[in-house]
């Protein structure tokens, strides 16, 4: 197992020059400039000018780049050109929002998505499957913005229970603050929810139809144990990699609802420094996202050993 | 198992009934206010944003402020005198202004910010431009010598907004081109900036020495009261959630609300509706360096004959009462508001505007329209223009880019013929983007620039207005852009809030009930 973790450690670390190499030359493909957003539609070509030199953006990229990268390694990820502070602490500030607020939501898509799953593959085939299943269907369908919209006006606006927007830290107001990422999670929880929903329905009935389980119920096991032990336990393997997946998409692309609820999130930092081309901030942004995807991947990896000891890691 | 399970249930209800009830109170004298997002730096001498001005325009000042008719007033200036035929202008500052920081604000701080603006600032160019010197011709009085009379020179330091803002000398000193610092956002203004957290908010807070001005609070000028401790700027992108945000009391006011809102929330009770009193308008730029539109004003004229604006109104702000259809390039009221070449304005007339461009020799080109998406209403006007120009016979081709890609390609005149903006109200001519040669559009042949010069060079305010009289029927006749009209935009905000400023969102002066 560890000579395993250790060579995929070093697959990682390959995989992560290549991405930051693609990082920065796809970031500086973009046409545009931060200079002309810092400086406003009244900028003449010498204040241009100037700026650019001073940001040290007159440089040749091959420059740029090397010199970001020996910044990078020894963990500065530089300052941001907008915020004017470093970028580790502006991705710091993004991370407990999205960290958080992807856990609330993955707590929501188990509570939700697994039991149901359960039950409808358990009845499948019946009325309750069919209508478990479109409720689904529809959770999955319905915009995001759409459901986050009508959540703040009726629990916001109309009966004034939870806070519209906006989400101070919890390291400065305390647990209670938690409750400003109760409306965005069950927005964001509604889709994924749906998704494990139907995942844990399908491996479910895969697994069911398995010799094994045959087995099982002609020993005379009672039913509800055969579902937990023979069968939820080896879908559960399908669907560990899936919340994997879900929760690393939580973190990085959650978009939508962060805007909607005004959320200082990492989607909505990324995608406001592509507008705004803060270079730096986009750079140590995606560096973080890859590395993160990279990390989760080696986890749910690692798990499937731990669910399943017949699972060999080579 | 079975305890363990009840046990982690009363523990999960006892959170969430604690998550409820620890409703946070928020802390008097707090205001906040929902901003359409992200400001740029607050160095509001260098950033045109009005996001950053918004905010600067709390902590910065500058030596005249823009009364509620857009007249300049005295702020941190006391009084001046104009000598040498309009080329020498001296500034007496008044005395006792104190900087956050508790250095008293001197001429050499106000030469230092004057010499960084002209050299960097966003607008520093239309008055430094000609400046022969400025020197601190006494601890409260400052001496600006100019090659030629500027008559706008007032109002062209009236405003943070890329304007002449005071910084401390050794503040200037050490910023250059670059934004200055965080740490180093030290104005003279009734509040001072406290904290900047990414993506959650902006903070000021009440500068408790500050000294008002005597004359009673009028637009931005006259005194200005810090009522509220904090103001706290939030960004929140969605319109939606700003009127939802201030429906529910997260938000004492909010900005920029999309005209489909505006009849609905001016009968909504939970909220005050707040229409700003000078218009922004949409302009269209022609590209006069290169291309099919140089120099052919017969083409730009037919362009220009095809188009029925009040459309484009329609589809880009809704309700008749946030727009008004009309070609003077100031709105009605303003001393500078003039009917010259109007009749020219939106014609619509789609035949008409086929034979000037056969006449014009046009022969059915692609026209390449660079437009945003970022703002909604460009590119609905666009859109709406693009057919119109179809049904004339002209061949539009629209180019849709990011606003930082707009920005970067419409400095270079060889990627497009026309491009979208929109213009904010300005209180002399001389600020508008079209009338500055290197604007991109750059109009510049001899009949505009003598004019131009005739314009800032007089400081007789009846004989600039018949210049500009005669330099909007040139607008009209050469096309440099087109005015789409004169937009409102509003706000909302809570009805307690009393005294707010009809110039735009400042917060001095403004209480709670």
């Known amino acids: ?314 | 198992m079975r305890s363990r399970v009840g046990a982690l249930m009363r523990g999960a209800a006892a959170m969430i009934v604690a998550l409820f009830l620890t409703a946070q109170a928020h802390a008097a004298g707090v205001l906040r206010e929902a901003t359409i997002g992200e400001p740029p730096p607050l160095d509001v001498m260098l950033t045109t944003a009005d996001v950053a001005a918004v905010i600067g325009r709390h902590i910065f000042e500058t030596l005249y402020a823009l009364d509620s008719t857009y007249s300049p007033r005295p702020l941190l200036a006391d009084s001046d005198r104009v000598d040498d035929g309009g080329k020498t202008i001296v500034i007496t500052l008044r005395q006792g202004v104190l900087f956050h920081n508790g250095k008293e604000m001197t001429a050499a701080d106000v030469v230092a910010s004057m010499k960084r603006w002209g050299q960097f600032g966003a607008r520093g160019k239309l008055l430094m431009g000609n400046a022969v010197s400025v020197e601190a011709s006494g601890k409260y009085e400052v001496t600006l010598k100019l090659s030629a009379p500027n008559g706008a020179w007032k109002s062209l330091i009236a405003d943070v907004n890329g304007g002449l803002a005071i910084y401390p000398e050794e503040i200037v000193g050490k910023a250059g081109a670059q934004p200055i610092e965080q740490k180093d956002y030290v104005g003279t203004g009734p509040y001072k900036f406290k904290e900047w957290r990414p993506n959650r908010y902006v903070e000021v807070e009440k500068f408790d020495r500050y000294v008002p001005r005597k004359e009673e609070g009028d637009g931005f000028a006259g005194a200005r009261v810090a009522n509220f401790d904090t103001i706290r700027f939030v960004p929140v992108p969605d319109v939606a959630t700003r009127v939802s945000g201030v429906q529910a009391g997260d938000y004492d006011y909010a900005e920029m609300i999309s005209g489909d809102l505006f009849d609905e929330l001016s009968a909504d009770k939970s909220v005050h509706v707040v229409r700003n009193n000078a218009p922004i308008f949409g302009l269209f730029f022609m590209n006069s360096k290169e291309g099919i539109l140089k120099d052919n004003y017969k083409l730009r004229r037919a362009i220009q004959m095809a188009l029925d604006k009040s459309q484009a109104q329609r589809v880009a702000f809704g309700p008749k009462g946030l727009w008004d259809a009309q070609g003077s390039i100031f709105p009605k009221g303003s001393f500078w508001y003039s009917t010259a070449g109007t009749e020219a304005y939106s014609q619509h007339d789609a035949k008409k505007a086929k034979e000037l461009a056969k006449e014009a020799g046009y022969t059915g080109t692609p026209i390449r329209l660079l437009v945003s998406t970022n703002y909604q209403a460009h590119f609905d006007e666009a859109t709406v223009f693009t057919r119109q120009l179809a049904e004339a016979g002209i061949n539009v081709q629209m180019m849709v880019v990011d606003w930082a890609t707009l920005l970067k390609m419409r400095g270079q005149s060889e990627q497009w013929d026309i491009y979208v903006t929109h213009h904010g109200f300005q209180p002399d001519p001389l600020l508008l983007t079209f009338l500055n040669p290197t604007y991109p559009g750059w109009w510049d042949n001899p009949e505009i620039n003598a004019l131009r010069t005739e314009l800032t060079n007089s400081s007789d305010q009846t004989a600039r207005k018949a210049t500009w009289d005669k330099i909007q029927a040139l607008f009209y006749e050469q096309v440099p852009a087109m005015k789409v009209g004169d937009a409102y935009t509003y706000d909302i905000a809570s009805p307690k809030l009393k005294g707010l400023n009809p110039n735009g969102p400042a917060f001095w002066n403004v209480s709670a009930k």
């Open chain 1, 1 to 314: 197992m560890w000579s395993y973790a250790l060579k995929r450690g070093g697959a990682t670390a390959v995989t992560l020059v290549a991405a930051s190499v693609v990082i920065f030359a796809f970031i500086h493909l973009i046409p545009g400039d931060p200079i002309y957003v810092l400086l406003g539609d009244t900028a003449t070509p010498d204040q241009v000018d100037a700026l650019r030199r001073q940001l040290g953006l007159d440089q040749p990229i091959i420059i740029q780049y090397l010199r970001w990268a020996a910044q990078a390694l020894s963990g500065d990820l530089g300052r941001s050109i907008f915020f004017q502070a470093p970028v580790v602490s502006v991705i710091a500030d993004g991370a407990e929002t999205s960290i958080l607020l992807a856990s609330i939501t993955m707590v929501w898509v188990v509570l939700i998505g697994v039991p149901i799953g359960t039950i409808a593959a358990v009845k499948h085939g019946s009325w309750l499957d069919q209508g478990l299943s479109g409720a689904a269907m529809l959770m999955a369908s319905v915009p995001t913005f759409w459901v986050g919209l009508y959540l703040i006006l009726i629990f916001a606006a109309r009966l004034g229970w939870l806070p519209s927007s906006g989400y101070p830290s919890i390291f400065e107001g305390g647990i209670g603050n938690l409750r400003y990422l109760i409306l965005p999670s069950l927005t964001l929880a509604a889709p994924n929810a749906a998704l494990i929903l139907r995942l844990t329905r399908a491996s479910m009935l895969d697994v069911s139809r398995e010799d094994y389980v045959r087995t099982a119920r002609a020993k005379g096991i009672r039913p509800w144990q055969v579902v937990r032990r023979h069968i939820l336990r080896n879908a559960l393997l399908t669907i560990v990699s899936a919340f994997g997946f879900t929760f690393a998409a939580l973190l990085s692309e959650a978009v939508v609802t962060e805007t909607v609820f005004a959320l200082p999130g990492i989607g909505r930092l990324v995608v406001q420094s592509i507008l705004r081309r803060d270079y730096p901030v986009i750079q140590g942004v995606i560096l973080v996202i890859v590395v993160l995807y990279l990390a989760i991947n080696l986890i749910v990896d690692l798990s499937y050993r731990l669910l399943d000891p017949r699972v060999e890691l080579q």
